[in-house]
């Protein structure tokens, strides 16, 4: 079992830079994938960027690729989103996400997700 909880969202000028934090419970969270999924409202969850169980390897959507920036620390049992260069059009709920060895933009393969937290780009 694994829980999530994401932090670090708030309101900011179109431009500026937020650090997401989504912190797992756990002891065998270092076996599993992570990503991050975003809802903006009345459209679909999309994926945002996706890191394997190591931090090794990484996946971005090409809305985001070359502004954000994902990472994880398995001995603080927690994945990060650094998100730069803001735009209005990235205002949404986030969600983290976690998947046994799993990693990437399909959403179905992840067996976990946390409450999401709001972010909002203001132009």
């Known amino acids: 079992q694994v829980q999530l909880v994401e932090s670090g969202g708030g309101l900011v000028q179109a431009g500026g830079s937020l650090r997401l934090s989504c912190a797992a419970s756990g002891r065998t969270f270092s076996r599993y994938g992570a990503g991050w999924f975003r809802q903006a409202p009345g459209k679909e969850r999309d994926f945002v960027a996706a890191?394997?169980?190591?931090?090794?390897?990484?996946e971005y959507s090409d809305s985001v690729k070359g502004r954000f920036t994902i990472s994880r620390d398995n001995a603080k049992n927690t994945v990060y989103l650094e998100m730069n260069n803001l735009k209005p059009e990235d205002t949404a709920v986030y969600y983290c996400a976690a998947g046994l060895y799993y990693y990437g933009s399909y959403q179905k393969s992840y067996e976990y997700w946390g409450q999401g937290t709001q972010v909002t780009v203001s132009s």
């Open positions: 890191v394997n169980w190591s931090g090794s390897n990484t």
